[in-house]
């Protein structure tokens, strides 16, 4: 696996410059814990039921993860480790891509460049495409249970700007002194 881990590394700092870091940790995880992980539920369960009711495992009632959020790996910036399904299997191809989208992260985030954008959905636009140049390399696509979709691919990358909108006033409506009759 640190032959692998370390081979797409390269892989993503020739793509795009960025400096190759120390490898990531790899943990296994099981979905109820990538999902506890995910949304926070030990926060969640306490300042929020409503919504721990609804995304968390609640292991006493042996409910499962949230269906509409099947997590796939993830990667924690603070920790360094990615966090891989306990189905991953590194010899998969598309399993090594979704490896490589998250060693994405990682080098993102080793060389400040989660800094120099605009938001979060951008780390994830590159980490998708080039995830993608790195299937048609390996001729290779992912099986429609292991794909986003494209609208949730599009919610995913893209910058939120939902923030109050000021709307800009017509020339018609200027009521300035010298349009003042």
């Known amino acids: 696996m640190k032959e692998l881990v370390l081979t797409l590394m390269l892989w993503i700092g020739a793509q795009t410059g960025f ?12 979905m109820y814990e990538m999902n506890d992980i995910l949304y926070d539920c030990d ?18 009632n042996v409910k499962s993860p949230n269906p509409a959020a099947s997590i796939l790996a993830l990667y924690n910036h603070i920790t360094k480790e990615i966090y891989l399904p306990t189905y991953f299997n590194k010899d998969n191809v598309a399993h090594r891509a979704i490896l490589l989208h998250e060693l994405v992260h990682h080098l993102q985030y080793n060389a400040g460049y989660n800094k120099k954008v605009a938001c979060r959905g951008m780390l994830e636009e590159q980490a998708y495409d080039l995830m993608d140049v790195w299937l048609e390399e390996n001729n290779a696509v992912m099986p429609v249970n292991l794909e986003i979709g494209p609208l949730l691919r599009f919610t ?14 017509p020339e018609s409506m200027d009521v300035s002194k ?4």
């Open 178 to 181: 010298d349009n003042v009759k």
């Open 43 to 60: 926060n969640l369960k306490i300042n929020d039921k409503e919504l721990y009711d609804s995304v968390c495992v609640i292991k006493d």
């Open 156 to 169: 995913i990358t893209t910058c939120d700007y939902s923030g109050p909108v000021v709307p800009e006033e």
């Open 19 to 30: 400096p190759v870091p120390e490898p990531p940790i790899i943990a296994v995880k099981t």
